[in-house]
Structure formats: structure tokens, C-alpha cells
């Protein structure tokens, strides 16, 4: 069973720059789909973007042109490099692999960003 451990989260200043990481153990990572969802407090969880196997990529409206998704093959990494955050990107962010069109969770891993 795979599992999915995010990292670099925390506090940073509005117009500011994240980059979190979401490391998977396990054989499947390769072949897979994977990405971020993300969580405000009293709101629902919604997609921030996406990769595929082949590194396409997917983006919310809210975060294109200012996130970038990306994966390591190598390093069984995908990463989110969060640019020109805003107070609205403050949330709890979650990484997630899809493997035969069921979802693996990463626990989450907190960003705020400060006005």
C-alpha cells in the first residue's frame, strides 16, 4: 500500500513563495496520476492542480500562472512550488495519488499565508 508524507509547509508573507513536497513509498508511484487538493477552515476541499504520468498538468483558475505542479520519477516526489501567494491560498494542503481510480491521502500539511 502506498503512503504519501507531505513536507515544506508554513508561514509566509502575502506575494511570498512555498514549495511543498508529498514523498510516496511503494512501487506504484510510477504510472500514476498525482496532485494537490487543499482545505480552508469551514470549506470544502477543493483540486489546486494535477500531473499525470506523461507530466501533463492541470491547474485551478485560482492558482494558474502562479503554482507550478511537478514530479521526480527518480525521487518518487511530486512537488508544488507556490508563487505570488495570497492570504486566500491559506489552507491545509493535501497530497494524493490515484491508483485505479481510487484516491491514497497524504495527512495535509499547513500553509499561511500572511497579509
Known amino acids: 500500500q502506498v503512503q504519501l508524507v507531505e513536507s515544506g509547509g508554513g508561514l509566509v508573507q502575502a506575494g511570498g513563495s512555498l514549495r511543498v513536497s508529498c514523498a510516496a513509498s511503494?512501487?506504484?508511484?510510477?504510472?500514476?496520476?498525482m496532485g494537490w487538493y487543499r482545505q480552508a477552515p469551514g470549506e470544502h476541499r477543493i483540486s489546486v492542480a494535477q500531473i499525470t504520468s506523461s507530466s501533463t498538468t492541470n491547474y485551478a483558475d485560482s492558482v494558474r500562472g502562479r503554482f507550478t505542479i511537478s514530479r521526480d520519477n527518480t525521487k518518487n516526489t511530486v512537488y508544488l512550488q507556490m508563487n505570488g501567494l495570497k492570504p486566500e491560498d491559506t489552507a491545509v494542503y493535501y497530497c494524493?495519488?490515484?491508483?485505479?481510480?481510487?484516491?491514497?491521502w497524504g495527512r495535509g500539511i499547513q500553509v499561511t499565508v500572511s497579509s
Open positions: 494524493y495519488i490515484i491508483d485505479q481510480g481510487a484516491f491514497t
Open positions: 511503494g512501487r506504484i508511484f510510477k504510472g500514476r496520476a
